[in-house]
């Protein structure tokens, strides 16, 4: 999954955000759950994905929207993440499923859990 304005107008590659290093291919969320995952509800796993990234479509300066893409991954991310070359596009998250993604992650979320979309601070530093 990728958040962009258009699976057209995405890059051949990412840069990592904290270095500027020009990554190996395009940085994207998987939404194939992990194997320990195996006994966690299937659906929690891509809310949680789609939860985690949806300050993104506010957060961009054009409108974002989550995207379903497929690609030969060739390595994977500062953060862990797949690096697909060549992604091609699936389809796109719509608003609907991302609200009932949004809801049942918070339904299911443990009650003392401090838990929200993924953010960096604005500086290294800032919490």
């Not at 995405?10 to 290093?21: F, H, I, Q, V």
Request: charged share 30%; proline share 14%.
């Amino acid at each position: 999954m990728r958040w962009a304005p258009s699976p057209e107008r995405r890059p051949g590659t990412s840069r990592d955000e904290l270095t500027g290093t020009e990554l190996p291919g395009l940085s994207v969320n998987p939404l194939d759950p992990e194997p320990w995952w195996r006994d966690q509800p299937l659906e929690l796993w891509p809310a949680r994905r789609l939860y985690d990234y949806c300050h993104l479509r506010h957060d961009r300066p054009r409108e974002t929207k989550p995207w379903v893409l497929a690609g030969r991954v060739v390595g994977s991310g500062p953060d862990n993440e797949p690096l697909p070359t060549d992604p091609e596009p699936v389809g796109r998250i719509s608003t609907a499923v991302l609200d009932e993604a949004r809801g049942l992650f918070r339904e299911r979320a443990r009650n003392d859990a401090d838990c929200g979309p993924l953010r960096r601070p604005s500086e290294l530093g800032q919490t």
